[in-house]
């Protein structure tokens, strides 16, 4: 016992942990002898089999390996003249117009927010520049329900002018909860372009190395 005290007076939180990974190398505490060798290697790994870390790193490999990739989502969206995606909000039915050009936010109709009871976020206000003047507004954040694709919350502005006359409001591509959106020129532009592959818009997310 001696022995064993006087190593662990010396060598304190270090010697137990080496006794740590010694079980965990080993599959087993080691016995009295090897705990009273003040010259035993409690790092070195069992001569006669493979050592258990090694198995479990092998083991980890093969379950990446197994894994599947995970598939991609893609939606294809005509502009006719503009994209347009549906989705509920709050259990209730919208329309919103994919516009490219916005950032990963919503900006609904006023009269929208209203039927959809959309709830604004307390002492939060929203400024947007047009021309000289500005348009101030209210700031919320939805659920927004693309069906089987899955939902997605998005920075939802909400003013008191329309944002667009052709559905409730209008949407980024980066909302959508797809991982792929392709929006396509109305039929008109692509019988009259032979370059249509090339007016299509396509737009892209990386995915986590890991998810409202």
């Known amino acids: 016992m001696k022995p064993l005290l006087g190593r662990l007076a010396q060598t304190g939180p270090n010697f137990l942990m080496r006794i740590g990974v010694y079980r965990f190398v080993w599959g087993r505490w080691p016995n009295w002898a090897e705990l009273s060798d003040r010259n035993h290697d409690f790092a070195r790994f069992p001569p006669e089999k493979p050592p258990m870390l090694l198995r479990t790193l092998v083991l980890l490999a093969g379950l990446c390996l197994a894994t599947p990739a995970l598939a991609q989502t893609s939606i294809t ?49 929203a400024r947007v520049s047009l021309d000289a003047s500005y348009i101030r507004g209210r700031i919320a954040r939805p659920r927004i329900e693309f069906g089987d694709a899955g939902a997605s919350r998005a920075t939802t502005g909400i003013f008191n002018v ?51």
């Open 77 to 125: 969206l005509r502009a006719a003249p503009v994209a347009i995606v549906d989705a509920q909000i709050n259990g209730r039915p919208v329309r919103l117009e994919v516009d490219p050009r916005l950032p990963d936010v919503l900006v609904l109709n006023p009269a929208a927010a209203e039927r959809l009871h959309v709830r604004r976020v307390p002492f939060v206000g």
């Open 162 to 212: 329309p944002a667009t006359a052709r559905a409730d409001g209008v949407i980024g591509p980066g909302v959508l909860p797809h991982d792929i959106i392709r929006i396509e020129p109305p039929a008109a532009a692509l019988d009259a372009s032979s370059s249509s592959r090339s007016r299509t818009l396509t737009f892209g997310k990386l995915r986590p190395n890991s998810a409202g």
